[in-house]
């Protein structure tokens, strides 16, 4: 893993309201206002290509087109299934880089219905917002930048990453920073997620996912009345998790979220399913948290051996886990951070501060220089089907110059890595 | 509901070693032995009609047709789906009489396949000896006894029911001891079921199951961490029953057997749903027990509620019987049980007393002298899929004719009902 600096900060700050890159906004801007059309019809397509976890192929081949058509250099799909493509900075190639990126998943799962439906200005259809508002986008900007021939001191890494949901575990932003070929390179992330320009989500909020199976031996609920009973094992566990006190500052947290098994009312299980997330923005918090729920389950399945015969089979307990985000945070006074809610604000959104699960836990937790933003005109319900994004005029192109101007003014920026 | 008297036992035991009864019997096995065949092909027959708990209609239809060719008088469905024919005593017609019973239903639900595969003297299928050698057995006996014109003292109301397993919760025989135009009449009922001849169930196992709702606002699980959660509240109250204490004579038990709810790892659930169910052959026992559950529910409920923040919503509980079957017993003294016994002893079946929840549950609880035992050649694996039974002549016959023998000696003891 490279270890990456910052130069210069004063300077840079300066440096970003320098006229020249000012100017090279604004014409780039002016482009992404003729182009709102274009940018929501292929918002529209966007969507109706289903992209439920770990099935973003579809799309995938979109962007492979798309960032081509575009000029981009380097373009491809990497192992995890990422869409990368590289626009030139000034700086000699192969030096550090700053990385955007919107995501291709949506948490809705196969054959979800994702027409879109369009209601005056608002656009309704599941992933509509999260997070095809940001890939529309990307696109969009990609094109303004042609079109004014804006030049970035760095070249920027266009990235429309894989597994951001659920159960995708960051499984793409994993391999980008940990895997890639650009793993060494990237200087600074920018996350596009979601259609609010109104936040900055400067903390990663961690989380650890578990799916615990309790097994015993089942039997008849009447003829085997005394043997060990994973159902019950499961309760102590989760009675003795919900005795646990955890921080409160950095908020930390535990939810059983989901339970499942048994075959009839009238046997013991011989299974039991619980699934447990975990989270905090503390990685020392979160790891010890993870400890002992550990240690409980270790316990509950003890207590349930020692409390009922095991003549027939002991209860058991598989720890599978399912969810592993790392927690992290690039600080609100780092240039990075500064540069973006100054953008931010300029353009009409004062920003607020925020913790979250996002693709920045990854490089947040490296220690590598992140934030996520939202872009577009606003909307709603996220992850449900209700989910819905706003493409009034105004408001759209707003938040879309809003992003398109914080990619070029990071991108701007001095960077270095080493 | 009629007050059964049965009358001079002692006279009774006698009379049904009388010469003229034991010749009847007689000839009616050797009609029995002689229809072999046609009952194995009746028996593979009806194992492949489908009967799901609630989907007895296709074997009741055929049941209908059987027992009107056989000559069976006032042959119906009754309101609740079981199929009844009488078959004349030489006592008075409307007089008490004798219910000789199988269960129509299958544990297996709709879509099982219960094609029949015969490996030698076995017949392997889903429900081929639960109970379908016991519906065969009966058809059997109707012939045979037609065959050999064998007359009984009292009428014989042979039923096939519907709802002995499971989720029928014994819905058959409850109708016909508490609504149907025979209830006041009955005096003695045999439930005919499994393959297995060697036990007498006298006594019943009575059972209480419940679905236990336990409901709460749900939310984040990060954002809305702190309010309650009715995953902690299900597991409080197993946690609770699995601590309480529970006669070993009679056997009591519980289990919670079967859970479910949640809609994803990261979220609180709105809704966990716990299946329990609790047994005893004391009613006093069940009933203590049944009420101590509930009272658990309450303060499982209570305390989560106390525990965690009720600010968006509270936990509660919907609390629905699924399963009520009474117990009882039959006395093993009774000359019931006393003449069935000295018959399956007398065809080399030395039978064992044994609790069980069967259709004799019902007229059990409701001091009505019955008992269940089993006919055919024996098996196993009930309620898997597995589930076979054995055909070879010899044992399936000496089976089936021991069955017959106690159908005909218990239809000639002197019953009375007033």
Request: a positive charge; charged letters at 15%; proline letters at 5%.
């Given at each position: 893993m490279a270890f990456r600096t910052f130069i210069a900060a004063l300077a840079l700050s300066a440096s970003f309201t320098a006229p020249a890159f000012a100017q090279d906004a604004a014409a780039a801007k002016t482009a992404l206002a003729g182009d709102y059309d274009r940018i929501v019809a292929e918002l529209i397509t966007l969507t109706e290509i289903p992209a439920p976890p770990f099935g973003e192929q579809a799309r995938a081949a979109y962007f492979v087109k798309a960032f081509k058509d575009l000029g981009l250099a380097e373009v491809a799909i990497d192992a995890e299934g990422n869409v990368t493509g590289i626009r030139r900075?000034?700086?000699?190639?192969?030096g550090p880089l700053v990385a955007i990126s919107a995501h291709l998943d949506t948490v809705f799962p196969k054959g979800t219905d994702v027409k879109v439906r369009r209601e005056g200005n608002t656009l309704n259809a599941p992933g509509v917002g999260d997070d095809t508002v940001g890939l529309a986008g990307m696109l969009g900007w990609i094109r303004a930048l042609n079109a004014a021939k804006t030049t970035t001191k760095h070249d920027i890494l266009f990235v429309a990453t894989v597994g951001e949901e659920g159960p995708g575990d960051l499984r793409g932003v994993r391999h980008l920073f940990t895997?890639?070929?650009?793993k060494d390179r990237i200087a600074a992330f920018i996350s596009f997620d979601?259609?609010?320009?109104?936040?900055?989500?400067?903390?990663a909020v961690g989380s650890k996912r578990y799916n615990i199976a309790f097994t015993g031996p089942g039997g008849h609920s009447y003829g085997a009345f005394g043997i060990v009973n994973p159902m019950a094992a499961m309760a102590d566990a989760v009675k003795r998790l919900y005795e646990t006190d955890v921080p409160s500052t950095p908020r930390t947290s535990f939810a059983a979220g989901v339970v499942s098994g048994g075959t009839s009312v009238n046997s013991i299980p011989d299974r039991i399913e619980l699934q447990v997330d975990m989270r905090s923005p503390d990685p020392k918090a979160l790891d010890r948290l993870e400890k002992r729920f550990l240690a409980i389950v270790d316990e509950a399945v003890a207590a349930e051996n020692y409390a009922r015969s095991t003549n027939v089979g002991e209860i058991g307990a598989e720890k599978t886990r399912i969810g592993d985000r790392p927690a992290g945070a690039t600080a609100e006074s780092h240039p990075l951070v500064v540069t973006s809610q100054r953008v931010l604000t300029d353009h009409g959104f004062p920003t607020q501060f925020q913790a979250s699960s996002t693709d920045s836990n990854i490089p947040m937790s490296l220690g590598i220089p992140a934030i996520t933003i939202g872009t577009g005109g606003g909307g709603g319900r996220a992850h449900s089907v209700d989910e819905y994004t706003n493409i009034e005029r105004n408001a759209f192109i707003g938040g879309l110059s809003s992003g398109l101007a914080v990619v070029v003014a990071v991108a701007n920026l001095d960077w270095a890595v080493k």
């Open positions: 900075g000034t700086v000699s190639a192969g895997k890639s070929g650009y979601g259609s609010d320009p109104s936040r900055i989500v400067n903390q």
